[in-house]
C-alpha cells in the first residue's frame, strides 16, 4: 500500500522515565489487546496474579488496566513500566508499543504520523516544516473511496498555503479557511471534479480577506474557551487555563517563529482526510484554525509555553471521539465560519 508519513516519523523515541508528561499517567485507562490478554491469562509467577487482579472489563467489553491513582498500576516510581522491565516491551499491551503513532486507511493509502500529545512527538512536529515521505507497505489495499483523489489535491494546497513567504501566520490561517470553505461548497453541490481547478487557482493566487469586516476578537475567544469547557475534560489544569485564558481580552502572544504554521499543518495532516468519508473538510479547517488560535492565546499563561499548550490542546481533544464529534456538531450547526476569521487573525 501506498504509505505517507511525515519525514520526522522515523526519528520518534519514547523517552520513558525522563518523559516530563507520561502517558502511562495521562488519565487514560490501558486497553488490554486480544493477543496480549490471552498471553496474561496464562502468565505464571507473581506478575502473572498481578496482571490479573489488576485488569477489568471494560463498559464495551474489553479488558483494561484500570487507572490506579490517575495512572497506570504498572507505572513505577522512576516513570518506568513494571512489566516492560520484567518481560520485555514485546509483553505490553499493543497500545503501549504503539503510542504515540497513529496509522490511518483509505482504501489503498495508509497514513502514519504522531500524535502531538505526546511531547517529544510535539518536539518533533514542530520541529521542522511538514514534509511527507512516501513508501510502500505490505497490505491489501481496498478500492479508492471516490473523494480520496480530489481531497488528497486539496489538501496539499491547504498546506501549501501555510508555507507562503510575505504574510502573517493569521493570513495563512484566513487563506485556509477562505480554500476550505470553497471546497465545502463544491463537495456539497456534488462536484469533486471541480476541486483540482480550484486548487490550481489557489496555487496562483494567495487570497486576502478584507480585515475590517471582522467580528471583534476578544469575544469570539472569549465564546470557544467557554465551549471548550465545556467538553469533557481529563485534566483540572486544562479547565483552569481555559478559565484564566478568558482573562487575557484576546491577547495572544504570536508563536515562536514557524511553530504556529507546524501546528496547522499537524492539524490539516492528521483530520483533513476525514472528509473522504462523510465529506466534510471544513470542520477540520476550522478546528486547525481552533487549536493554533488557543495554544497562541494560552501560551503566555503556561510556563511551559505554545509547545505545551498544543499539547495540552491534542491530549483534551484529539483522544476523545466524543469531544471532536461534539465540535464538528456545533461547527455544522452554528455556521461557524464568519467568527473563525477573527479566530484566525493571530
Ligand atoms: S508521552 Fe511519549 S515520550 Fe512520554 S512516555 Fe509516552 S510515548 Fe514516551
Redesign the pocket.
Known amino acids: 500500500m501506498e504509505t505517507h508519513a511525515p519525514q520526522y516519523y522515523p526519528a520518534f523515541r519514547?523517552?520513558?522515565g525522563r518523559?516530563?508528561?507520561?502517558?502511562?499517567a495521562?488519565g487514560w485507562e490501558i486497553p488490554v489487546d486480544p493477543a496480549t490478554a490471552a498471553l496474561y491469562e496464562t502468565l505464571p509467577g507473581p506478575l502473572g496474579d498481578r496482571v490479573r487482579a489488576f485488569w477489568e472489563i471494560d463498559p464495551g467489553g474489553e479488558p483494561c488496566f484500570p487507572l490506579r491513582g490517575g495512572g497506570c498500576p504498572f507505572l513505577n516510581g522512576e516513570?518506568l513500566c513494571h512489566i516492560h522491565i520484567k518481560l520485555g516491551e514485546e509483553a505490553t499491551p499493543l497500545i503501549c508499543r504503539t503510542?504515540?503513532r497513529f496509522c490511518y486507511e483509505y482504501g489503498p493509502l495508509r497514513e502514519r504520523g504522531l500524535c502531538a500529545?505526546?511531547?517529544?512527538?510535539v518536539r518533533l512536529i514542530l520541529g521542522e516544516d511538514l514534509v511527507l515521505t512516501v513508501s510502500r507497505e505490505e497490505g491489501s489495499p481496498e478500492d479508492a473511496p471516490p473523494l480520496l483523489s480530489p481531497l488528497l489535491s486539496a489538501r496539499k494546497t491547504a498546506l501549501a498555503l501555510l508555507t507562503t513567504e510575505g504574510v502573517s501566520l493569521g493570513q495563512k490561517l484566513q487563506a485556509v479557511l477562505l480554500f476550505a470553505n470553497e471546497v465545502q461548497v463544491l463537495l456539497d453541490e456534488d462536484q469533486p471534479e471541480s476541486i483540482p481547478s480550484l486548487c490550481r487557482f489557489y496555487e496562483e493566487e494567495f487570497p486576502l480577506l478584507e480585515q475590517a469586516a471582522l467580528f471583534l476578537r476578544p469575544p469570539v475567544l472569549e465564546k470557544y474557551l467557554e465551549l471548550l469547557g465545556e467538553l469533557a475534560i481529563l485534566h483540572p489544569h486544562w479547565r483552569k487555563l481555559l478559565a484564566a485564558g478568558k482573562g487575557r481580552q484576546g491577547k495572544a502572544a504570536p508563536p515562536p517563529p514557524r511553530m504556529g504554521e507546524r501546528c496547522a499543518a499537524y492539524f490539516l495532516y492528521r483530520h483533513w482526510l476525514r472528509g473522504v468519508w462523510d465529506g466534510d473538510v471544513l470542520t477540520w479547517a476550522e478546528f486547525t484554525v481552533l487549536g493554533t488560535a488557543i495554544s497562541s492565546l494560552l501560551a503566555p499563561l503556561h510556563p511551559e509555553g505554545f509547545a505545551e499548550v498544543f499539547r495540552l490542546f491534542c491530549e483534551e481533544l484529539e483522544h476523545s471521539e466524543e469531544n471532536l464529534a461534539a465540535l464538528q456538531d456545533f461547527f455544522w450547526e452554528k455556521g461557524v465560519l464568519p467568527e473563525f476569521f477573527s479566530l484566525a487573525a493571530i
Open positions: 519514547c523517552l520513558e518523559c516530563p508528561h507520561t502517558c502511562c495521562a516513570g503510542h504515540p500529545s505526546c511531547p517529544e512527538a
